[in-house]
């Protein structure tokens, strides 16, 4: 199958990493002289992978070399991750402390397109929130979600109810029509200053998709580990 290829890969691509020359950079010529036909090999995969969404871009310039960290810190990732309630000043606060602007921050939360979440992280949108709603969205979700916790709690809506297993642009329209899950969504349309790139996503989608492809390029080269700091993990799950 496509994903057992794709894991075979990534797994000789793993096995390579012991055998390179510590590099203090990340490069788009990483593999090329230990496995040349690495990214041509991966790509071809990739591309019968997501045949089917032809939104999905694959990105050149991607530099490689990412080396992984010795272990997990979960006080830090709650306190680096964005919340599904914060407003627009704290999602562009929390991205800019990343270096990402604003407009990167709206692009890359269109990955909303795709994934659910629960009633836990959506009951505040409906019950208690002052951002516009649309009535028929509202009534669908208070179907699911009760407003007393923890009646449920684990209950799953889309973040994109018009397509939600297709990465387009749907997403921003769905704001734009005050259909927004959390309110860390609807905050992007909301008569502030995020509004005008939403409006530029529902007008261009080719400029979604490009913006978010750079924006994901730029966003993995964030506080990366390179040549001889951190490790490369053989097992996933654990730091060894």
Not at 206 to 228: H, N, P, Q, R, Y
Request: proline letters at 4%; charged letters at 15%; a neutral charge.
């Amino acid at each position: 199958s496509s994903r057992t290829k794709l894991v075979t890969i990534f797994i000789i691509l793993i096995s390579l990493n012991y055998f390179m020359p510590c590099n203090a950079q990340l490069s788009t010529t990483f593999y090329d002289t230990t496995c040349p036909n690495a990214l041509s090999t991966i790509r071809t995969s990739i591309d019968a992978a997501v045949s089917n969404n032809r939104w999905w871009t694959v990105m050149d310039s991607k530099r490689l070399g990412r080396r992984d960290s010795t272990g997990s810190n979960a006080q830090q990732a709650g306190t680096d991750l964005p919340r599904g309630n914060f407003n627009l000043g704290q999602l562009i606060s929390s991205f800019a402390g990343k270096g990402l602007n604003e407009r990167e921050m709206v692009a890359l939360s269109g990955s909303h397109t795709l994934g659910q979440a629960r009633c836990i992280r959506f009951r505040e949108r409906i019950y208690s929130s002052s951002l516009r709603i649309d009535a028929a969205f509202n009534s669908s979700l208070s179907a699911v979600c009760p407003p007393t916790p923890p009646n449920g709690d684990g209950n799953m809506q889309p973040l994109d109810l018009v397509t939600p297993n297709a990465f387009d642009n749907n997403y921003f329209s769905n704001l734009v029509s005050s259909r927004g899950l959390l309110i860390s969504d609807q905050v992007l349309f909301n008569g502030d200053s995020a509004d005008s790139i939403v409006t530029e996503y529902v007008d261009n989608p080719a400029t979604f998709a490009s913006d978010f492809a750079a924006a994901m390029v730029k966003m993995s080269e964030i506080e990366v580990l390179t040549g001889s700091s951190g490790i490369i993990r053989t097992l996933c799950t654990s730091a060894s």
